[in-house]
């Protein structure tokens, strides 16, 4: 079977099982189905690339990790935990992205596009988390989150570069899944703690699926050597 056909098998049922879970209100029953996605993603990762990479089983392991933690433990201190494995495994990410690169000094109106765009994304991401901050239990809680949406944001510094200087299919695959992670945490932030709201859960987790889907493109799809952006 080829890859598509995998995606296809695994993704369909897992996907129809969670919706029923969100609907229902159901939340182990939906981190069941996603600890379930993100193992038959590895499992067809080590199925159809016999030379596992190093970068890809990190955050495989890490991500599992996270969700198992989620699943199982799902209390203040192991919550954060999970933050912890995230963070870990978006290491096995950036890794990927950016070995084997080479730097290139950027012109001046690509310097100035690159500003701006990351400047109006911080922008937002700072006003997301600043409106957590009333949601958490302690400071230290709300530290975590700060560290762990600083991590999404150097992400998407990474995939933007990454996708401005190669315009590969590995690299529309790395802005695709960073874009969709980076969303999805929003929208699942805000059906937590804003407003309980199936609609927007539901639209976070199809976004969460779709993101893991092109982590699996992004490590399988060979890449010719990077050229990064010189930005010092």
């Known amino acids: 079977m080829s890859l598509y056909h995998y995606i296809f098998i695994l993704l369909i049922p897992l996907l129809a099982v969670n919706l029923y879970a969100t609907l229902a209100d159901a939340d182990w029953l939906m981190q069941a189905t996603e600890v379930l996605f993100v193992t038959g993603l590895a499992g067809i990762y080590l199925r159809l690339n016999k ?3 190093f970068n890809a089983m990190f955050f495989f392991v890490f991500f599992i990790s996270a ?21 870990a ?19 001046k109106t690509m310097l100035i596009y690159f500003l701006l ?16 901050e009333s949601y958490m239990a302690n400071n230290f809680e709300f530290s975590i989150y700060i560290v762990y949406y600083s991590v999404l944001l150097l992400l998407g510094i990474f995939s933007l570069i990454y996708y401005l200087n190669s315009y590969s299919k590995k690299s529309v695959y790395f ?12 929208f699942r932030d805000s059906a937590y703690f804003y407003m309980k709201d199936s609609a927007i859960l539901i639209t976070g987790n199809l976004l969460w699926y779709t993101g893991l889907i092109f982590c699996l493109l992004f490590f399988l799809t060979p890449e010719r050597k990077l050229r990064l952006m010189n930005l010092v």
Request: glycine fraction near 4%; charged fraction near 10%; avoid cysteine.
């Open 67 to 87: 969700q198992i933690a989620g699943f199982f433990f799902n209390t203040y201190s192991l919550t954060i935990f999970s933050l912890l494995f995230y963070i």
């Open 89 to 107: 495994a978006y290491f096995g990410l950036s890794r990927e992205a950016l070995q084997n690169t080479e730097r290139q000094t950027a012109s």
């Open 175 to 186: 802005v695709t899944l960073v874009l969709a992670f980076i969303f999805a945490d929003v």
């Open 51 to 53: 030379k596992a990479g």
């Open 117 to 132: 765009l990351i400047s109006i994304n911080t922008y937002l991401l700072l006003m997301h988390v600043v409106e957590l």
